[in-house]
């Protein structure tokens, strides 16, 4: 059974980088076939996806985010990151970690997320 | 950037009855590639439905999907208790992969 678990500060100043990091157990994070993915949900909103790589270091991002986001992967701990930078309360929420199964092309991902952490709440506040 | 509206916004109904939840794109999903998920509160959703129709593994047979283009539905055959939650749908045919506002379905 895959479990990913996210990990990072829970409160982060204005205009830092937010930086949370997801382990996966249970299974290789190097499997191809799966796209490991970070999506955030504001307090009492719905989701919002922001991105996803691949264990060879491929990402692709939600274009809304792009110009913030990097994600990248480190195999030999079966872990992936994720860093947001100049953030504001805006970006406030409760950022998961994901799996999706299945395949990127042409710049889109085919995965829905059929494994999910449980999440952890980043506040940005000063 | 495909916009999902979901419809209606809460949706109460007693347990053993029959739900449906429409989720309708602002242009055609590519593929099919819509899912359903399930969200509790404090938990993170659970994938329900992927490709419109096909369930997710260990899914009961009472969830189904169907849809196409630029409608799609998830219906709950019949209501258990543990099905009181927040229902999301998701496109991933695009490069940007977003999901709808949610329907709460709540005990009446």
């Known amino acids: 059974q895959v479990q990913l678990q996210e990990s990072g500060p829970g409160l982060v100043k204005p205009s830092q980088t937010l930086s949370l990091t997801c382990t996966v157990s249970g299974g290789s994070i190097s499997s191809g076939g799966y796209y490991w993915s970070w999506i955030r949900q504001h307090p009492g909103k719905g989701l919002e996806w922001i991105g996803y790589i691949y264990y060879s270091g491929s990402t692709y991002y939600n274009p809304s985010l792009k110009s913030r986001v990097t994600i990248s992967v480190d195999t030999s701990k079966n872990q992936f990151s994720l860093k947001l930078s100049s953030v504001t309360a805006a970006d406030t929420a409760v950022y998961y970690c994901?799996?999706?199964?299945?395949?990127?092309?042409?710049?889109?991902?085919?995965?829905?997320?059929?494994?999910w952490g449980q999440g952890t709440l980043v506040t940005v506040s000063s | 950037e495909i916009v999902l509206t979901q419809s209606p916004g809460t949706l109460s109904l007693s347990p053993g009855e029959r739900a449906t939840l429409s989720c309708r794109a602002s242009?055609?999903?590519?593929?099919?590639?819509l899912a359903w998920y399930q969200q509790k509160p404090g938990q993170a959703p659970r994938l329900l439905i992927y490709g419109a129709s096909s369930r997710a593994t260990g899914i009961p047979d009472r969830f189904s999907g169907s849809g196409s283009g630029t409608d799609f539905t998830l219906t709950i055959s019949r209501l258990e208790p543990e099905d009181f939650a927040v229902y999301y749908c998701?496109?991933?045919?695009?490069?940007?992969?977003?999901f709808g506002q949610g329907t709460k379905v709540e005990i009446k």
């Open positions: 242009q055609s999903v590519s593929s099919s590639y």
């Open positions: 998701q496109q991933y045919g695009s490069s940007q992969g977003t």
């Open positions: 994901a799996r999706g199964e299945g395949y990127c092309s042409g710049g889109s991902c085919y995965a829905p997320f059929d494994y």
